[in-house]
């Protein structure tokens, strides 16, 4: 059980909300699933939804990192670097989260069991192996000038910059997850519909 409550629904929201919070939770809802007034948000959402208006500013910036912004587009990179983020952090509801999303992307589940593994594993080619060394790099707070060099080689300082703010986003999650711990489910893990709609495997098994 999470250590606070979670808010899949404005009506879940604690307590006798004031009518700026109403108004919050509202917009968030909307906002998190538009056109679906059925659908739920995930647990990293729903937690985050105790503070509604600080929520839907966030989504809007995930609606950009996830959705438009150049470097993530590369959907097997970037699951990439969150699984190796993942294991970095701990963090097994998002690594469970991400096992079968990541095998849409081209992500194996041999490669994500193989990201300790990186330095000698024959699993990975040398875009991979660049990736998930700078996630860790950057995760732990050192980031050597030939590495940093490297990415902007590969993509540019644009690039560069953007794969930095991926690695940020996903650990700001999982920092989120580990602290609040909300318990693991399927469903209850799965990406909001405007991050998946063009992963039509997603979910089946």
Known sequence: MARVKCIYKPSDYPGNPDEATKNELQALFEHLCPGEPKAEPHAGYALLAQSPGLALNIAKLGDHIVRDMP???????????????????????????HLTYAQVCGITLEQQAAIPYWRTSNLFN?????????????????????????IVEKYGERGAIEFSAAIAWWSFWDMILNAARPEFTFERAKPLPGDSKELTGYGKQ
């Open 71 to 97: 470097w993530t587009q590369r959907r097997d990179l970037r699951e990439l670097a969150i699984q190796a983020l993942n294991l970095h952090y701990k963090c097994d509801f998002s690594f469970q989260a």
């Open 126 to 150: 040398d875009e991979q192996r660049l990736v998930i060394e700078y996630t860790f790099a950057v995760v732990s707070g050192d980031v050597p000038s030939d590495l940093f060099s490297k």
